[in-house]
């Protein structure tokens, strides 16, 4: 299996533009979580999903922040409008059950 | 008080000598727990779960969970500068959740 597949890896955009960072997880996998990780704050939680269902998202840090999973094999984060504290790695991981999370490579976002 | 605590460190250890790395949650109702391992600019990944008190050994890797003290720690035997990394504790916070919450990490170096 190819592991947990984030897109973009990076992004550079400017303040007030929208963001989309995209999410396939491992074939099989009915847990998807997205992360944030930033220096300061570390690795938090913004929201999972399971078997496609929103379960938590009391991470998420404010209304400009949407995340969906249509499907078993694709998930969203979208930031509208973005800023500079967004400034973040992004991450999405994926797990069977109560099992191991796989991460993907994470998707590094700068806002300017 | 954070769900999750880990002194950031970074602890500093020899090559050979035993690195001890320490996390506190406040949900007593917990009942899983993780250690993961991140290298710079990459994406955790698991080294070990402990689902009940006492000692889990995993060749130079130990986990010690005390769930009265709510303690969970990590020990490393026989430390090689490989292991230079920032580990992260992570808890599913709560009685039968699947909420995964992750400490701040601590850095480990092991110098030559």
């Known amino acids: 299996d190819a592991g947990v597949i984030q897109s973009p890896r990076h992004e550079v955009t400017e303040m007030g533009q929208e963001v989309t960072l995209r999410c396939k997880p491992i074939s099989g996998h009915d847990y998807l979580f997205w992360y944030r990780q930033t220096m300061m704050r570390g690795l938090e939680l913004l929201i999972y999903f399971n078997n496609n269902v929103p379960i938590d998202d009391s991470g998420m840090p404010e209304d400009r922040f949407s995340a969906k999973m249509p499907n078993a094999s694709f998930s969203t984060l979208k930031i509208q409008p973005s800023e500079p504290r967004d400034s973040a790695v992004y991450f999405c991981?994926?797990?069977?059950?109560?099992?191991?999370?796989?991460f993907g490579e994470g998707s590094r976002l700068t806002v300017l | 008080q954070k769900e999750v605590e880990q002194n950031s460190g970074p602890l500093s250890v020899p090559e050979g000598a035993i690195a001890s790395l320490n996390c506190t949650y406040s949900d007593r109702g917990s009942q899983s727990f993780f250690w993961y391992r991140q290298y710079s600019g990459k994406s955790p990944e698991l080294i070990m779960s402990i689902y009940s008190n006492g000692d889990k050994e995993d060749g130079r890797f130990t986990a010690q969970l005390n769930k009265a003290s709510q303690y969970v720690s990590l020990l490393i035997r026989d430390s090689q500068p490989s292991d230079s990394a920032t580990y992260l504790c992570a808890v599913n916070i709560g009685y039968n959740t699947d909420k995964l919450i992750f400490g701040t990490g601590t850095r480990l170096q092991v110098f030559p």
């Open positions: 991981a994926s797990r069977v059950g109560a099992g191991e999370l796989f």
